[in-house]
């Protein structure tokens, strides 16, 4: 659907600039309370790399375009530091002074393993299904586009974890 609207934009005929926002480090924060109490991380992604940014350095992007100049008919591709969801588990234990463990399972166990936590089938299969595209590297920002616009590099996983409460 982001591919369609992207392309009726620029068919459109009107200014645009689209922001391609990788993926957030809160995607893997936010039920950060599980992964302590499992001591693991669980996914479909292999060793495929994606790049994380949190929503305020995103957000910061948006205010460089719309407050600056020279980005009229531009798409920018964003995304921050790349990572392999077994390196985030070792930047989460380092953190929590715990040992987290990431644990990779094929797409359909990863999509029951979610529906088996209370998630809706479907969006078990989305989420299942998004981790197998990381395992193809197509989470994997290489632009630079973000470090450009904020003018300095995206806040790392380190440093956004260095501001929530330890466990």
Do not use: C
């Not at 060793?47 to 375009?65: E, F, M, Q, T």
């Not at 070792?90 to 987290?100: C, N």
């Not at 989470?139 to 974890?161: H, I, M, Q």
């Amino acid at each position: 659907e982001h591919k369609g609207t992207e392309q009726a934009l620029v068919a459109s005929g009107v200014p645009y600039v689209i922001l391609r926002n990788g993926w957030y480090i809160e995607n893997y924060t936010q039920h950060l309370d599980t992964t302590l109490k499992l001591k693991s991380m669980f996914g479909a992604a292999n060793d495929g790399k994606v790049s994380l940014a949190p929503r305020a350095d995103y957000a910061s992007a948006a205010v460089a375009v719309l407050t600056g100049s020279g980005h009229e008919n531009k798409t920018y591709t964003l995304g921050g530091e790349s990572l392999t969801l077994a390196q985030l588990a070792e930047k989460f234990s380092r953190w929590a002074g715990l040992p987290i463990t990431y644990v990779n399972l094929p797409e359909a166990d990863f999509a029951a393993a979610l529906k088996q936590a209370g998630l809706p089938e479907a969006m078990a299969a989305v989420f299942a299904n998004v981790d197998a595209h990381l395992a193809k590297g197509e989470l994997e920002v290489k632009t630079g586009d973000l470090e450009r616009l904020l003018g300095r590099k995206p806040v790392s996983v380190e440093a956004f974890l260095s501001t929530l409460p330890k466990p």
